[in-house]
């Protein structure tokens, strides 16, 4: 089974100053791992997503994720806050390994979410 | 681009009643998923098809059920509604041959009154 854990349940910070939110992972194979963002009263917006291919992913609005498997992290960054950032950033792990080897459609798993806050 | 589609956008129901929520997937995607939030909690995944037939089963209650349809929409059939069963339900469609990444419709907001 896979599962993320988001280590931060707030996380506040000033327009223009640097942002991190910090996921780690649990699973038994090589996952897919994506960031989620979550406007008020909106739906899922993909950030990025790590299928293996590179560690470092860059996303939308130019957010970032690096792939640690040492340290079992996919923590997300972005050098300067804005307010429009502010909304809740979910890290989720896929049921599916990578390569995906066909098979089931495998539901994905939540992390517990992050509420950004950006103070002007 | 075109996107998922969810209808209705909001449903108001009484406890014991029913409801169905319409899920149409964007064109060419064969996998329809369906997840449940809860108020401020983390989308659960409930249920998932592959070409019509059912693939993984997540926390999906009894008294819900759901499938795929030939034209590939999906209907999520809810029945004996609690009022636990508020939340925003969110369909996800995806394409097996472009790796199966999910993206979401903008959510049915089902509230059980």
């Known amino acids: 089974a896979q599962s993320v854990t988001q280590l931060d349940s707030h996380v506040s910070v000033s327009e223009g100053t640097p942002v991190l939110l910090r996921c780690n992972y649990s699973?038994?194979?090589?996952?897919?791992l994506f960031w989620y963002v979550q406007h008020p009263n909106k739906g899922l917006q993909l950030l990025l997503k790590y299928t293996s291919a590179a560690t470092l992913v860059k996303g939308i609005n130019g957010f970032e994720a690096e792939f640690k498997k040492s340290e079992t992290s996919f923590h997300l960054t972005k050098p300067s806050a804005h307010m429009s950032d502010a909304a809740e950033y979910f890290c989720v792990v896929s049921g599916s390994p990578i390569p995906y080897s066909g098979g089931g459609a495998d539901g994905l798993t939540f992390g517990k979410g992050t509420h950004l806050i950006i103070q002007p | 681009a075109a996107g998922v589609i969810q209808s209705p956008r909001h449903l108001i129901k009484e406890k014991r009643e029913t409801a169905t929520l319409k899920c149409y997937p964007i064109?060419?995607?064969?996998?329809v998923y369906w997840y449940q939030q809860g108020p401020g909690q983390d989308p659960q995944f409930l249920i998932s098809f592959y070409e019509k037939m059912q693939s993984d089963k997540g926390s999906i209650p009894d008294r819900f059920s759901a499938q795929q349809f030939s034209d590939y929409h999906s209907e999520l059939n809810m029945s004996s509604l609690e009022l636990g069963d508020s939340a925003l339900y969110f369909c996800?469609?995806?394409?097996?041959?472009?790796?199966?990444?999910?993206?979401f419709g903008p959510g049915t907001r089902l509230t059980v009154l």
């Open positions: 064109p060419r995607h064969d996998t």
């Open positions: 699973s038994s194979y090589s996952p897919s």
């Open positions: 996800a469609s995806s394409s097996t041959n472009r790796g199966r990444e999910q993206f």
